[in-house]
């Protein structure tokens, strides 16, 4: 999938794929630039694909995503977070 948001082309196939949710649903990407962005598909019936969306992500946006998404994926990335 690919889509030009303020004029950066964000394409899925030539970024890095850093994690997905459990469902499938939702990836977070970063591109050779450092550029993070989200890829999300809502799918119905037989996993047909029926609308998909790009949205560029800041740093914080991306790690809020991953930490929720994948916390393994969060510690590699990011390193060991403060305990509570």
């Known amino acids: 999938m690919k889509k030009i948001i303020d004029g950066?082309?964000?394409d899925?196939?030539?970024?890095e794929l850093i994690c997905s949710a459990e469902s499938g649903i939702i990836h977070i990407y970063k591109t050779k630039k450092g550029n993070w962005f989200k890829y999300n598909y809502i799918s119905i019936f037989n996993e047909k694909i029926i609308d998909c969306i790009i949205q560029?992500?800041?740093e914080e946006d991306a790690?809020?995503?991953i930490s929720i998404t994948d916390i393994g994926k969060y510690i590699e990335l990011f390193g060991e977070p403060?305990?509570?």
């Open 56 to 58: 560029p992500l800041s």
């Open 12 to 15: 899925t196939e030539n970024a």
């Open 82 to 84: 403060e305990e509570a």
């Open 8 to 10: 950066k082309l964000y």
């Open 63 to 65: 790690k809020q995503e």
